[in-house]
């Protein structure tokens, strides 16, 4: 048993321990805490609160914001992933890296959907929703416009900038939902609101990984950007004024020719055009390229994609309109220049007292298509029009025309006269192996000419252009067939392949003046016509000539076009030998003539309106056509009909088309299919090159019901509440005058 005092010793040896203790244990976690000692470190450790999703309720399409909070709980920093689920599927995942002792960061996620429904949310534990509803019929008075791509080519993944233009034209605030996608996906989508008569520019930036078209659409409106290899850009070259004929050309020693196009590496590039060039109509002198360089031979880099355009001038010959081209399985293939016929400015007569008058016109024309050529193109039929020529055009309607006829025979188009209460054509078919020939052919100057008519071989028959005599005694261009005796046929129609010279501008102005002139010194009779229409005789069994009512056509310009006309019912019952005189005051020729008394054999019609119709830019011009033309991008509302509805263009502008044969009917047995291009577009030149009586401008603007143009004050282009607003919708691409 221990003594008092050794308990005391005891005790005061236990206390002098705790005390030590203590002391160690206070330097323990003072030295802790200020980092001298450490212990072991709790690992990095993340918590989620705060899910959030806002707003809980939108319509589809709107942009949902989804956050979470994520907090690091451990001692030392670490990385997680955060994985975002909607309806139970991964939607998107993030990578997040956060230091130690509670360190925290919003993570945002956001969600756009094209359906309606109930959408869960789900992070890690946490769950919420968020509730998609259809939007209600856009009221808005808001009008989108100028829907831009910059740049429209790019690499993969590289951002694109889409821009458009919002205009409020009502007299109150508005608002407007706006949803932007890429290939019919959903990318992003904003409200904006506008006060009365302001305008904003609304821009997105979107991408797209893979090569190729992309279709980007804001609302209603569409456009296109496309990707291509990193490291490679496109290179275009073609070639404008006198025609659409390819031109031959040198890239990098390599022999090419125009229209080309190809996704070239980046580098130096050098390229040389001829000078000058026959292009068979006519001879064409190089004057400068698109981008301003005056030398047909030049290099440039390609570091972006680059459109160069060779730009070359008539110097002899003739050529024309928009270029129509088609798909042919690996390019596009020229057809042909459209709607002569559309030409504004034709002179019915002129009064004496020197007034002009101006009168009729026909926008429409029909271009029929080699179908060994035309191929479909992903259940497509693909074509473009690109306006070569300096004229302003005003494209109202286009469609594809698709025609069964029996095997044995062929399917032509009456086309359409200039003079005309813009009628369209018919479908006449005619023998494939019977077609008879003239027994004679003469021009005005009484030379044979038969041999010319006989075959399809480019050889056409002479003549002349009516501005080549005097005013008061114009000598025609004419053509007299005598095509035998036809008694007892019930139809007669003449299978007609030619083309029209319309010469040089220069002269047509000459001609103009000199009435003007006979005007003011009183020698001219009251309704002169200036450039008479072309008209048809029959010989009467007398030998008198016989002028009959039957519209005869004045071909397209540049390429030769086969074509009908119907004779049946025209001759008189007495004649024997059925003889024919076309005069016409242009310069019209031809390369073959035949005659079908075949009768009319029954066809099937199809009519395959544009699936898609866009407007660009094919290449910059110097043109000095002005006003108002079409924005660029989605036009195909505007070719359903001929409505007076049009796409405005100007020389660089083109207009791809799609034509889906998805609903086309099978052809039947014993038939054969044919392929007709209908289009219906006014163009206007230049002053001075061919435009008469009008600036170079959009306004005033054709239609369909007028007499002539340009047309009198007592008419009008209807302005009424649709064609206002097609107006505001669409003609906002503004070209200031020169």
């Known amino acids: 048993m221990l003594s008092r005092s050794a308990v005391v010793k005891l005790k005061a040896i236990l206390i002098v321990d705790l005390i030590i203790v203590a002391a160690a244990a206070g330097a323990y976690f003072y030295l802790l805490n200020e980092g001298t000692i450490t212990g072991a470190s709790k690992p990095a450790t993340f918590i989620l609160t705060d899910l959030t999703v806002t707003p809980p309720e939108a319509y589809v399409g709107e942009a949902i914001l989804v956050s979470v909070n994520v907090t690091n709980i451990g001692d030392v920093e670490g990385n997680t992933t955060i994985n975002l689920e909607v309806n139970n599927a991964l939607r998107e995942s993030t990578n997040l890296t ?120 804001v609302n209603s409106l569409k456009g296109s950007f496309i990707v291509v290899k990193e490291g490679y850009h496109t290179l275009t070259i073609n070639r404008s004024g006198g025609g659409s004929k390819s031109v031959p050309f040198t890239l990098n ?27 068979g109509t006519g001879v064409l002198a190089f004057d400068t390229w698109s981008d301003g360089v005056g030398s047909p031979s030049r290099t440039f880099t390609l570091n972006s994609r680059t459109i160069l355009v060779a730009t070359y001038q008539l110097i002899s010959g003739y050529a024309s309109c928009p270029s129509l081209y088609i798909w042919n399985g690996t390019g596009y293939t020229y057809v042909t220049d459209v709607s002569n016929s559309g030409w504004l ?37 693909d074509m473009t029009l690109s306006q070569q020529w300096d004229e302003l055009y005003y494209l109202d309607q286009a469609y594809l025309l698709v025609v069964d006829h029996p095997i044995g025979t062929d399917a032509y188009m009456s086309m359409t006269s200039y003079l005309s209460d813009g009628s369209t054509g018919k479908v006449y078919t005619v023998s494939s192996n019977n077609i008879l020939s003239p027994i004679s052919a003469t021009n005005e100057k009484g030379q044979n000419v038969l041999a010319q008519l006989l075959t399809q071989d480019g050889i056409f028959t002479p003549g002349i252009n009516g501005y080549d005599s005097v005013w008061n005694n114009i000598t025609l261009n004419q053509l007299t067939l005598n095509l035998g005796n036809l008694k007892g046929a019930s139809e007669i129609k003449l299978v007609v392949t030619g083309m029209v010279d319309w010469g040089l501008a220069e002269p047509y102005y000459d001609w103009i003046d ?181 600036e170079f401008t959009v306004d005033p603007m054709p239609f369909l019901d007028m007499t002539g143009f340009p047309y009198t004050s007592n008419e009008s282009y209807p302005y009424d509440a649709a064609h206002l607003a097609y107006l505001q919708q669409y003609n906002t691409r503004y070209i200031p005058p020169p």
């Open 98 to 217: 956060l230091p130690g002792l509670k360190s925290s960061e919003i993570v945002e996620f956001t969600v756009i959907e094209n359906n309606p429904g109930n959408f869960s949310v789900k992070i890690g534990d946490l769950e919420s929703f968020f509730i998609l509803k259809e939007a209600p019929p856009e009221t808005s008075k808001i009008v989108l416009s100028n829907l831009k791509m910059d740049p429209y080519e790019t690499w993969p993944n590289y951002p694109v900038t889409v821009t458009v233009l919002a205009t409020n034209p009502s007299a109150e605030t508005d608002r407007l939902f706006i949803k932007v996608s890429v290939n019919d996906v959903i990318v992003n989508s904003t409200t904006i609101v506008l006060d009365a008569k302001a305008s904003q520019t609304i821009s997105f930036n979107v991408t797209a990984s893979t090569e190729g078209k992309h279709t980007v659409k």
């Open 253 to 279: 020693g390599e022999q090419l020719q125009t229209p080309y196009q190809a996704v070239l590496p980046e580098g130096q590039y050098s390229i040389s055009m001829p000078s000058p060039f026959d292009v």
């Open 345 to 381: 400015g034709y002179i019915g007569y002129i009064t004496s007292n020197g007034t002009i008058v101006f009168k009729d016109g026909n926008p429409y024309d029909y271009v029929k298509l080699d179908r060994n050529i035309l191929t479909t193109k992903n259940g497509y039929f």
């Open 514 to 694: 000199s009435f003007i002139a006979a005007a003011k010194q009183g020698i001219l009779v009251d309704g002169t016509e200036i450039t008479p229409a072309p008209y048809l005789e029959v010989k009467a069994a007398n030998g008198t000539w016989i002028r009959v009512q039957r519209d005869i056509p004045l071909p397209s310009d540049y390429r030769s076009r086969t074509y009908t006309i119907d004779l049946t019912g025209i001759f008189p019952d007495d004649v024997t030998e059925y003889q024919i005189r076309f005069n016409n005051f242009w310069n019209v020729t031809y390369d073959y003539i035949g005659i079908d008394i075949t009768t009319q054999q029954t066809v099937t019609q199809q009519i395959i309106k544009p699936t898609s119709a866009t407007l660009s830019q094919l290449w910059e011009t110097k043109s000095i056509s002005s006003g108002y033309f079409t924005r660029y991008g989605d036009v195909t509302p505007l070719l359903q009909e001929a409505d007076d509805m049009f796409v405005i263009g100007r020389q660089g502008d083109q207009v791809n088309m799609q034509f889906s044969t998805e609903n086309l009917t099978p052809v039947a047995e014993g038939m054969e299919r044919d392929y007709f291009f209908v289009v219906a577009c006014w163009f206007k030149d230049p002053p001075g090159a061919w435009g008469y009586g009008f």
